[in-house]
């Protein structure tokens, strides 16, 4: 079975930008979450996606939006980029939405705002 | 509110001693707990997780955790550690709350010594 996969691996923006990330879920997960995780700290949730409607979220702002599409996949959108926003987004599919099913995380994507 | 504490930010040990990271927790039911791995530039690999039933949950690697509801406490376990897994180590709980996440707590990073 394939794992999750994310694109791009790094990338560099500048503040004021805006990003896209991109997420390939696990064959069979149907739901995707996103997390963000500065340097030294935990995975932050931002939000989760399930049949193609976000499905709980984080303490982010707007700014930081997502979709997920009939495959499955899902995007990150991160709006008017701040040097804050730097960090390793994470993406992590699983089986269905309930607080017990286990992730299955990709390699994440390392974003640096310069 | 809910959290996850991991009260020591690392750790080192001996290769071939025995290992226990501490993880606390805070929720008024019970939790859904997690262990999760993370390797430098990699995502998240889940360890074990404990939903109910027996207290005492093995994983993969070597790895076990107990959860104590009195102590508000699911420690991760190993009876002897190997140099490969020097990593950071996360804690999580799942919650549903108007949606359903997942909380982490800051992490332990593990060094292994020679």
């Known amino acids: 079975e394939t794992g999750v996969t994310q694109s791009p691996t790094h990338l560099i923006k500048t503040r004021g930008q805006q990003v896209t990330l991109r997420c390939s879920s696990q064959?069979?997960?149907?739901?995707v979450s996103w997390y963000q995780q500065a340097l030294g700290q935990g995975p932050q949730f931002i939000f989760q996606y399930y049949r193609e409607e976000e499905n709980g979220r984080g303490n982010f702002p707007p700014r930081f939006s997502g979709l997920q599409f009939p495959n499955y996949s899902s995007e990150l959108n991160v709006n008017a980029l701040e040097l804050d926003d730097s960090a390793l987004y994470l993406c992590?599919?699983?089986?269905?939405?309930?607080?017990?099913?286990?992730?299955?995380f990709g390699s994440g994507t390392r974003l640096t705002v310069v | 509110a809910q959290s996850v504490t991991q009260p020591d930010i690392h750790i080192t040990v001996s290769e071939g001693a025995s290992l226990e990271l501490r993880c606390n927790y805070s929720y008024g039911a019970t939790p859904y707990l997690f262990w999760y791995v993370q390797s430098p530039g990699q995502g998240l690999q889940l360890l074990l997780k404990y939903f109910s039933g027996d207290t005492l949950v093995q994983g993969i690697k070597g790895f076990e955790a107990e959860f104590k509801r009195s102590q508000s406490s699911f420690n991760l376990r190993k009876p002897s550690v190997h140099w490969s897994d020097a990593a950071e180590y996360f804690c999580?709980?799942?919650?549903?709350?108007?949606?359903?996440?997942?909380?982490f707590g800051a992490g332990t990073r593990l060094f292994v010594k020679a």
């Open positions: 064959s069979g997960h149907n739901t």
């Open positions: 999580a709980v799942g919650l549903n709350t108007g949606g359903f996440k997942t909380i």
């Open positions: 992590a599919s699983s089986l269905g939405t309930g607080p017990g099913y286990g992730y299955t």
